[in-house]
C-alpha cells in the first residue's frame, strides 16, 4: 500500500457525473511528501471530477494555511493558501505531462493528485515570504542588522524593515572601504 494511496482517483469507473472529493492536507501529509519548502499546515482541498469526452476535468480549490520559515529571522511564520487551479487529463500509454494536459496510463486508469496539490500549494508561497513588520525575531534582526553592508547613499526597503518600531538603535551603516572605490569608478563615468 503506497503512503499516498488515500489521493488516488480512479477515472475509468466515471461516467459523465461530477464527482466531488475533499481531502485534508496536515502535518502528516506534509511530512510524507517530505519537501523542505513546507513542513507543516492545514489545508483543505476541494476536488472536482468530470469526464468531458475524451478527457477528464479536474477543478482544485485550496483553501488554509501553511506554516513556512520567514525569509529574514528564519522563525516559523503563516502563509493563507488561497487557489484554484484546473488540470485537464487523459488516457495514453505512459504517463507524462504535455502542456496543460497529463497522460496517465490507460491500463491503470487512475491518478494520484498527492503531488499535484503539494505543487498548487508551493506555487502560492510569495518569492519573498517574511513576518509582517515588527513581528520577526527580535535577536536574529539585531544581529542581521550588524551584518548588513550598504553603499552609500542605498536606500533599501531592508532598511525600512530593519529599523521598524522595533527598539532597535538607529546607528549609522558602514560600508566597507573597498567598495567606496568601486563606487568612484562607476560614479565617473
Known sequence: MSKF???NIVLKDLNNEI???EF???DAYFKKIDSPEVQRGKVNALVTVQRKLATYELNFKLEGI???PCDRCLDDMEQPIHHKEKLQVKFGQQFSEEDEIVIVPENEGSINIAWFLYEFIVINIPIKH???VGECNKTMVTKLKKHITHQKGDESEEDDILTDD???SNEDTQTDPRWDSLQNI???N
Open 5 to 7: 494511496e488515500h489521493y
Open 19 to 21: 464527482k466531488t472529493l
Open 24 to 26: 485534508e492536507l496536515d
Open 66 to 68: 501553511i506554516t513556512i
Open 130 to 132: 517574511v513576518h509582517p
Open 166 to 168: 522595533d527598539d532597535f
Open 186 to 188: 562607476s560614479d565617473n
